[in-house]
C-alpha cells in the first residue's frame, strides 16, 4: 500500500514565524504536490514536484516556498506565517505513467495549521 | 482556465435512497477524471475515468463518463451512514503536468 505521511498532524504558530511542512512518501513517486483546503474554496494547489529538485508553481503559490531534496520527500516552507494561511494542508503523490500521465494520487492524512 | 464544477453542494438523505452526484468540466488536453471520498481526514480514491461511456463499478458505487458532454456522475445506491462524507471531483488536464484540478466537492450526508 501506498503511504504518505505528514510530520505533524496539528500545528499552532505565531505570525511572522517560518514554518516547514514535511511530506514523506514510500512508493518511489515521481511526482508529489501540496494543496491546502479551505471550506468553501475545494482543495487547490500550492506547488508539485515532478523530480528531485524540480518544483512547478500551483495556483496559490505567493507566500510558500518548496523544497524537494530527494526523491521520497516534499516540503512546504512559509517563510512568515500569517493568519490567512491558517488552513488545511494536503500532501499528495503519483506514479507518472507517460501514456496517461499521473492519474491516480495518494494523499497523506494532512496537517491543520493555525497561525495566531 | 480549467474548470471543475460539481453539483450539488451539499445533498441530505435518509439511508436505503440512491443519489447521483454530478461533476462537469471544461478543461484543455483531458486525460482522466477522478473521484474521491474525503471523511475527516484525507481523500481515499474511489474511481479514475479516462473513457466515454465505460461505468466503472464498486459495490454500490458505480461512475460513467461522457467526454462529449463533458460530464460525470457518481451514483450511490442503498446509501448507508457510512457514505456520509464529501465526494470529490478532479480532473487531469494533460499539458505535461500531472496536477489535478479539483471541483469544491459534494457534501453527502446520510441520515438513519
Known amino acids: 500500500d501506498v503511504k504518505v505521511t505528514q510530520s505533524s498532524r496539528y500545528l499552532v504558530k505565531r505570525t511572522g514565524e517560518k514554518v516547514f511542512l514535511e511530506c514523506v512518501q514510500d512508493m518511489d513517486h515521481e511526482n508529489m504536490f501540496w494543496y491546502r483546503q479551505d471550506p468553501g474554496l475545494g482543495l487547490r494547489l500550492i506547488y508539485f514536484s515532478y523530480d528531485v529538485k524540480m518544483k512547478e508553481k500551483g495556483d496559490i503559490p505567493e507566500g510558500y516556498s518548496v523544497s524537494r531534496e530527494k526523491k521520497e520527500r516534499f516540503s512546504l516552507i512559509l517563510e512568515s506565517a500569517s493568519t490567512n494561511q491558517t488552513s488545511m494542508y494536503l500532501c499528495?503523490?503519483?506514479?507518472?505513467?507517460?501514456?496517461?500521465?499521473?492519474?491516480?494520487?495518494?494523499f497523506g492524512p494532512g496537517t491543520r495549521l493555525t497561525v495566531l | 482556465e480549467d474548470k471543475v464544477v460539481q453539483s450539488p453542494l451539499s445533498l441530505v438523505v435518509h439511508e436505503g435512497d440512491t443519489v447521483t452526484l454530478n461533476c462537469s468540466y471544461e478543461v484543455t488536453n483531458f486525460r482522466s477524471l477522478l473521484w474521491y471520498k474525503q471523511e475527516k481526514k484525507a481523500p481515499t480514491f474511489l474511481f479514475m475515468l479516462t473513457s466515454s461511456g465505460i461505468e466503472k463499478k464498486s459495490g454500490r458505487l458505480s461512475s460513467i463518463l461522457d467526454k462529449k458532454e463533458l460530464f460525470s456522475i457518481l451514483n450511490i445506491t442503498a446509501t448507508q451512514t457510512g457514505d456520509s462524507a464529501v465526494y470529490l471531483c478532479?480532473?487531469?488536464?494533460?499539458?505535461?503536468?500531472?496536477?489535478?484540478?479539483f471541483g469544491k466537492g459534494t457534501k453527502l450526508t446520510v441520515n438513519p
Open positions: 499528495a503523490s503519483s506514479l507518472c505513467v507517460e501514456w496517461r500521465g499521473g492519474g491516480e494520487q495518494f
Open positions: 478532479a480532473v487531469e488536464a494533460g499539458s505535461g503536468s500531472e496536477k489535478l484540478v
